[in-house]
């Protein structure tokens, strides 16, 4: 996943003819980065190889605005972000090895300002941090199989677990996202070889459970009656989640639709009270027809944000629409994905996109889905009690992370 690409002031001074909605103003010296908005967009401009560009981070003030990069915060290609109220945690980019830092902004509707950094190592692969309150918060280092306990206001190191005793045949168990449940982090174990690919022969969902106050690990608990694997990519906090009784649902990857040997993918859930998984409740949806589509099938699930009563909206990869580059196929599809009647059901009007968009966010009862398609691209928002599809921001970039404040 090494990429190398420096982005020049001179390709800068371009990206106004690669925006559809960009134009050029001036820009006084004293607004903020990110610029005025409330809605904050990662806008990512892929090269042709669709494994390097150059990524930034904008704020909008409403959709059906232009979207202008001129004060624009340029961050690494395709850094993820983290996002708790203000707060925007912005990580090093994994694709092309640059700055290793993870910096803390705090936003308004003026933009961004920088109040904390925190050095990591080169190596470590930080996405995300979950948030416990505001004096702790857990940060997994997917390369290292570890993950730090820091002050997420100052970024400051407090405590460290080492998970290397739950890897499977290497060093790093690949911890990725969580969610906090009574006290306890339920922390997901991606569990992947050096294909960044689930092992051939430990096909399963393992999960640790972490005492947040003590910060140490309780145990791993494991479901390996379907066969599924990769719970949860490491910056998608939607991919596990509680439904309103707090059962915890994690959405399970597999091999991300690129080997047609092996395409299970869907859900396992440890019920509420519980720190064991209920496998009368995991769900393998590689076998159920997508309704809308002509017979395809869920190969993996991309990402996914709960909607409510045990519907789940996401995107899920189809092997019919595989390309030869999986940087640039648009192989993705929207959904909406029912728990309760295992049904999935295509979201006609959100275009097919490839990986560098896909980002779900809710806000106000819509759900927003950023798509990059073929012949129209941008955000899209669903309004799950009607059914509406409307095209609310046309972009020609990738959108790589979504949110509304």
């Not at 922390?187 to 910060?215: H, K, S």
């Not at 599924?228 to 990519?233: A, D, E, I, W």
């Not at 899920?316 to 599809?333: F, K, M, Q, R």
Request: hydrophobic share 35%; net charge negative; aromatic share 10%.
């Amino acid at each position: 996943m090494k990429k190398t690409l420096l982005f020049s002031a001179a390709a800068l001074s371009g990206m106004t003819l690669i925006l559809a909605a960009c134009d050029k103003e001036e820009t006084d010296s004293n607004n903020l980065p990110g610029g005025k908005g409330h809605i904050l967009i990662e806008s990512t401009i892929k090269n042709d190889d669709g494994a390097s560009g150059a990524s930034y981070l904008v704020q909008v003030e409403d959709f059906g605005k232009e979207i202008k990069l001129d004060n624009a915060l340029q961050v690494g290609f395709s850094s993820t972000i983290s996002t708790y109220g203000n707060d925007v945690y912005v990580f090093p980019s994994e694709m092309i090895r640059s700055n290793q830092e993870i910096v803390r902004y705090v936003r308004s509707e003026e933009g961004l300002t920088r109040v904390a950094a925190m050095q990591i190592t080169p190596g470590s692969s930080p996405y995300s941090l979950i948030k416990a309150s505001d004096s702790k918060g857990f940060i997994p280092l997917y390369g290292l199989g570890k993950v730090i306990v820091v002050d997420p206001m100052t970024l400051e190191p407090l405590n460290e677990i080492d998970l290397a005793q739950f890897a499977h045949s290497d060093q790093s168990a690949d911890p990725a996202m969580g969610i906090i449940r009574d006290g306890k982090l339920f922390l997901t174990l991606d569990q992947v070889g050096p294909t960044w690919m689930p092992f051939e022969d430990y096909r399963q969902v393992d999960v640790v459970v972490i005492d947040v106050n003590a910060c140490k690990v309780d145990k791993m608990i494991s479901e390996t009656t379907t066969g599924l694997s990769f719970p949860t990519r490491p910056f998608l906090p939607g991919m596990i989640f509680m439904n309103e009784s707090n059962d915890i649902y994690i959405a399970c990857c597999g091999n991300f639709g690129y080997d047609k040997t092996y395409v299970k993918n869907g859900f396992v859930c440890i019920p509420a009270g519980s720190t064991e998984f209920d496998t009368s409740r995991s769900w393998d949806l590689s076998g159920t027809v997508i309704e809308g589509t002509d017979g395809y099938k869920p190969a993996s699930i991309y990402n996914s944000l709960y909607i409510g009563n045990g519907k789940v909206a996401a995107f899920v990869a189809c092997t019919e629409l595989n390309g030869d580059n999986p940087y640039t196929s648009h192989n993705s599809i929207a959904v909406v994905i029912d728990l309760n009647n295992k049904t999935v059901k295509r979201i006609q009007g959100i275009p097919d996109t490839d990986p560098h968009s896909g980002s779900i966010c809710e806000f106000n009862g819509k759900f927003y889905f950023s798509a990059y398609g073929v012949n129209a691209s941008g955000v899209f928002s669903y309004d799950p009690a009607t059914g509406a599809v409307e095209h609310v921001l046309e972009c020609n970039t990738d959108i790589s992370y979504l949110h509304i404040f």
